[in-house]
């Protein structure tokens, strides 16, 4: 009797963790984006430095906002590409404006979960 050679089966469980990592990065990167915006913005208006360095502190805060709209578009992009495609065109354009807007507000939250989680680390250095 002629035997058969079973192939492995495809697993997809093992995509599972790529497809978690994705959707953690398109949620996180833009908050951790608006965090550092916030933070060089911060410290360009209150630190105690010179105006140069002020200057150039408040020119990163504006840079990385630019870079927080074009990544925060792309991932919301990305995140409407997870939803079943159907509808008309307007379904689509609406649909992707509420996940920018779930997105946005998530990374709201996120920056300021990061700003909090800095402040209350910086005081427990201060402390030591």
Not at 10 to 34: I, V
Request: aromatic content about 12%; proline content about 3%.
């Amino acid at each position: 009797m002629p035997q058969t050679v079973e192939r492995p089966s495809h697993d997809r469980n093992r995509y599972q963790g790529k497809n978690l990592f994705r959707l953690l990065l398109a949620l996180s990167l833009p908050a951790l984006l608006l965090y550092l915006k916030l933070v060089f913005g911060i410290a360009g208006n209150f630190a105690q430095t010179s105006v140069v360095q002020q200057y150039w502190l408040i020119r990163v805060s504006n840079i990385m906002l630019a870079v927080f709209v074009a990544v925060q578009l792309v991932c919301a992009f990305y995140l409407q590409g997870l939803f079943p495609a159907s509808g008309s065109r307007t379904v689509k354009l609406v649909r992707y404006i509420s996940v920018l807007f779930v997105s946005l507000l998530i990374s709201i939250t996120g920056a300021m979960a990061c700003e909090a989680f800095g402040y209350a680390l910086l005081l427990r250095a201060r402390r030591h």
